[in-house]
């Protein structure tokens, strides 16, 4: 079946520094792809949408020039979280749909990542 | 906003069947409804989804109401590994389509 990876998995970073991950559909294409944010103890929030080829589309109360998503290929989208700071620790995760040969599959669900543990210290 | 509502938490013994409820009032004609779950530190897992038909899989059936304003996941033989947070989620049916999240809700499968 379809699978959605991400990497790392897991990162520590000091404070001040830049952060990348990366999401990649193994198996198919993605011309979007979502970012999410899921703090403990609490579920996932929709930072964006991640769109090959054009700009992403941040929800209400993202910075995007705090969180930078380059979508350069079909298969590969990346979040980068800029002058890391403590409270950007939180566990990111990436999903995609299958879209199939004609660019649109009806009916799909989404593939999520196995999502990426980032401490800020 | 997610247009969903889930209990909180809820325990079923191992061994039994799991009945999860949602409501989504709110749901308009285009939209499916998703089911979700969350093993700690991992992400989602995909586990069933339909329009206005029931459903089965290998993992859990789904049966929602004629009217289509509330579902519910079944988990026939709820094992141990099946203790995760449940996502029910509505959604249109395209790559474009955002998914959004709830609360959910907590399932604690009991030996």
């Known amino acids: 079946g379809a699978v959605v990876s991400q990497h790392p998995s897991r990162v520590i970073c000091k404070s001040g520094t830049s952060v990348k991950i990366e999401c990649r559909s193994l198996?198919?294409?993605?011309?979007?792809m979502f970012w999410y944010r899921q703090f403990p103890k609490q579920s996932l929030m929709l930072m964006a949408t991640s769109n090959e080829g054009s700009k992403a589309t941040y929800e209400q109360g993202v910075e995007k020039d705090k969180f930078l998503i380059n979508h350069a290929s079909l298969t590969l989208s990346t979040l980068t979280v800029t002058s890391a700071h403590p409270e950007d620790s939180s566990f990111y995760i990436c999903?995609?749909?299958?879209?199939?040969?004609?660019?649109?599959?009806?009916?799909?669900?989404?593939?999520f990542g196995q999502g990426t543990r980032l401490t800020v210290v | 906003d997610a247009k969903t509502t889930q209990p909180t938490s809820m325990d079923c013994a191992e061994g039994r069947a799991a009945n999860l409820p949602c409501n989504h009032s709110?749901?308009?004609?285009?939209?499916?409804v998703y089911w979700y779950r969350q093993i700690h530190s991992q992400g989602p897992q995909y586990i069933i989804h339909g329009l206005k038909n029931n459903e089965t899989n290998e993992m859990a059936s789904l049966i929602i109401t004629e009217d289509r304003k509330s579902s519910t996941l079944i988990l026939p033989h709820a094992t141990l590994r099946d203790t995760a947070v449940y996502y029910c989620?509505?959604?249109?049916?395209?790559?474009?389509?955002?998914?959004?999240f709830g609360p959910g809700t907590s399932l604690s499968v009991i030996p």
């Open positions: 198996d198919f294409q993605a011309t979007t």
């Open positions: 989620i509505v959604s249109g049916k395209t790559s474009y389509d955002k998914v959004i």
């Open positions: 709110t749901i308009s004609g285009n939209e499916y």
């Open positions: 999903s995609a749909r299958d879209e199939g040969d004609r660019g649109t599959v009806e009916n799909t669900e989404a593939f």
